[in-house]
């Protein structure tokens, strides 16, 4: 239930832009972060995100300025495989 209700605050805090790209930056290292990779959850929001091609670059870019490492490059260490040229692709718009 907190988890919940702390996901509907962020989403509705003005940061940085008012699209939620922020929190989606964040989102997707949180998939990231931590022993292992919530695979489901990386898979869900990057597959959201692509969809949009404007999206996805604003994302980009507000996860390269809020870690200093480019998306695709993170999402390359944690992913392998099939699965990571489907993610790579997925980011790259390929």
């Known amino acids: 239930m907190r988890d919940s209700l702390l996901h509907i605050v962020e989403g509705v805090k ?52 809020r870690t200093r490492k480019k998306l695709v490059d993170r999402v390359g260490k944690e992913t392998s495989g099939s699965y990571k040229k489907l993610m790579l692709a997925l980011i790259e718009d390929q």
């Open 14 to 65: 003005p940061k940085r832009d008012g699209n939620g790209i922020w929190r989606d930056a964040k989102l997707i290292d949180k998939a990231m972060v931590g022993f292992g990779t919530r695979d489901t959850e990386l898979v869900w929001r990057i597959v959201r995100a692509h969809w949009n091609p404007h999206r996805m670059a604003a994302i980009k870019e507000a996860y390269h300025n």
